[in-house]
C-alpha cells in the first residue's frame, strides 16, 4: 500500500514564525501535492511538483513556498505565519500517468497564534 | 476553468438504507475522470471510486456506484446497505485527462453520517 506520511498531526505555532510541514511517500510517485481544507471550501491546491526540484502553483500559493529536494519528500514552507494561515493541510502523491488517482496523508492541523 | 459542485452540505440517513449525494461539474473538456474521495472523521482521506468520462458504464465498487450522466455533467454517488463506518465526509473531484500532472479540483463535500 502506497504510505503518504506527514511529519505532525497537530502544530502550534505563533504569528510571524516560519513554519515547516514536511511529506514523505514511499512508492516513488512522481507527482507531490499540497493542499488546504477549510470548512465549506473544500479542498484547495496550494502548490504541486512533477519532479524533483520542480514545482507549479496552485489556486492559493500566496504566503506559502515549497521544496522539493528529493523524490519521496514535499515540504511546505509558511515564511512568515498569520492567523489566516490557521487550517488543516493535506499532502498527497500519485504517479505521473494520467488518471492515476491522488494518495493522501493523515493530515496536519496547524493553529497559528 | 472547470468546476465541480456538491450542492447538499450535510445528509443522513438510516443504516441499512440507501443513500445518493449528488455532484455536478462544468467543463469544456472531452477527455477526464471523476472521482470520489471519503474522509472518515480524524482520518485520512481514501478513494471511494472513479469514472473514465469516455466509458458508458457507470463504475461499481461493492456497495458503492455512481450515476454518471455525462450530458447533463452530472456524477452522483450511491451508498447501498448503509453502515456506521459509511460516516465521512465525501468529496466529488475532476481530473483532466491528457496531462501528466493529475491536478484534482475538489467540490466542498458533503457530510454524511449515518444513523444506527
Known amino acids: 500500500d502506497v504510505k503518504v506520511t506527514q511529519s505532525s498531526r497537530y502544530l502550534v505555532k505563533r504569528t510571524g514564525e516560519k513554519v515547516f510541514l514536511e511529506c514523505v511517500q514511499d512508492m516513488d510517485h512522481e507527482n507531490m501535492f499540497w493542499y488546504r481544507q477549510d470548512p465549506g471550501l473544500g479542498l484547495r491546491l496550494i502548490y504541486f511538483s512533477y519532479d524533483v526540484k520542480m514545482k507549479e502553483k496552485g489556486d492559493i500559493p500566496e504566503g506559502y513556498s515549497v521544496s522539493r529536494e528529493k523524490k519521496e519528500r514535499f515540504s511546505l514552507i509558511l515564511e512568515s505565519a498569520s492567523t489566516n494561515q490557521t487550517s488543516m493541510y493535506l499532502c498527497?502523491?500519485?504517479?505521473?500517468?494520467?488518471?492515476?488517482?491522488?494518495?493522501f496523508g493523515d493530515g496536519t492541523r496547524l493553529s497559528i497564534l | 476553468a472547470q468546476t465541480v459542485t456538491q450542492s447538499q452540505p450535510e445528509m443522513s440517513v438510516q443504516e441499512a438504507e440507501t443513500v445518493t449525494l449528488s455532484c455536478t461539474y462544468d467543463?469544456?473538456?472531452?477527455?477526464?475522470?471523476l472521482f470520489w474521495y471519503k474522509q472518515p472523521p480524524s482520518r485520512q482521506m481514501i478513494l471511494v471510486i472513479r469514472q473514465e468520462a469516455y466509458k458508458q458504464q457507470n463504475a461499481t465498487e461493492n456497495r458503492f456506484s455512481v450515476n454518471f450522466q455525462k450530458a447533463a455533467k452530472s456524477f452522483s454517488l450511491k451508498i447501498s446497505d448503509s453502515q456506521l463506518g459509511d460516516t465521512a465526509m465525501y468529496f466529488c473531484?475532476?481530473?483532466?485527462?491528457?496531462?501528466?500532472?493529475?491536478?484534482?479540483?475538489f467540490g466542498t463535500g458533503t457530510l454524511l453520517a449515518v444513523q444506527p
Open positions: 473531484a475532476f481530473m483532466k485527462g491528457g496531462g501528466a500532472t493529475n491536478k484534482l479540483i
Open positions: 467543463t469544456s473538456e472531452n477527455n477526464y475522470y
Open positions: 498527497a502523491s500519485s504517479r505521473r500517468a494520467t488518471n492515476q488517482p491522488q494518495h
